[in-house]
């Protein structure tokens, strides 16, 4: 993370600081809750494009959610056998 930073305070339970502190090795406990909070704004504006994809061409069917599933894991499987990664 190159952007600048900035210090605030948070409030969570116990329990989950805990856990993320045992869980944050080296990187520490900042940088984890940081790439925690990143991942949830990726999934927020995702579920926003569902919604605006949903509005315009109607909901998505269980039916091609499992096709796109089954084009992953097909795609996956080709680039493991040539030694190259998903991203």
């Known amino acids: 993370m190159g952007e600048p930073t900035g210090k605030y305070s948070i409030t ?7 856990a993320a ?4 090795g080296h990187s520490g406990l900042s940088a984890y809750v940081a790439a925690a909070v ?4 990726e ?3 995702l579920n926003e494009l569902i919604a605006v994809g949903e509005a315009e061409h ?7 959610i499992q096709s796109l599933r089954d084009q992953l894991t097909r795609v996956r499987r080709e ?8 991203a």
């Open 12 to 18: 969570m339970p116990r329990d989950i600081a805990e």
């Open 21 to 24: 502190k045992v869980r944050s």
């Open 38 to 41: 990143a991942r949830q704004i």
């Open 43 to 45: 999934r927020d504006d």
């Open 58 to 64: 109607g909901p998505i069917t269980d039916e091609e």
């Open 79 to 86: 680039q493991a056998q040539h030694g190259t990664s998903a």
